[in-house]
């Protein structure tokens, strides 16, 4: 079953920028905070960015000034703004709340 959809990803040069969108029913996304991960080949699934019901946000070290998490209340979506992107942003990024993950959207960043 489909409970978080993300979308967003593709192909782009170093120092461009992608958004990416997750989905989530209305429920699940009224009661959880909402995260990204993200997974590189041959690593593990390391957290990126989280963002509360309230709206408080937290970041790792290494995309603190260059993504922001936000989320539309009304359209039950949280977004990933990445600016700057580097090579090592390549990843699958996967939409998360609580125990529910996504499909996952394969980010691409050429040198």
């Known amino acids: 079953q489909v409970q978080l959809v993300e979308s967003g990803g593709g192909l782009v040069q170093a120092g461009g920028s992608l958004r990416l969108s997750c989905a989530a029913s209305?429920?699940?996304?009224?009661?959880?905070?909402m995260a990204w991960y993200r997974q590189a080949p041959g690593k593990q699934r390391d957290w990126v960015a989280k963002?509360?019901?309230?709206?408080?946000?937290n970041y790792v070290d290494s995309v603190k000034g260059r993504f922001t998490i936000s989320r539309d209340n009304a359209k039950n979506t949280v977004y990933l703004q990445m600016n700057s992107l580097k090579p090592e942003d390549t990843a699958v990024y996967y939409c998360n709340a609580g125990w529910r993950w996504g499909q996952g959207t394969q980010v691409t960043v050429s040198s």
């Open positions: 209305g429920t699940i996304f009224s009661t959880n905070a």
């Open positions: 963002i509360t019901t309230s709206g408080t946000t």
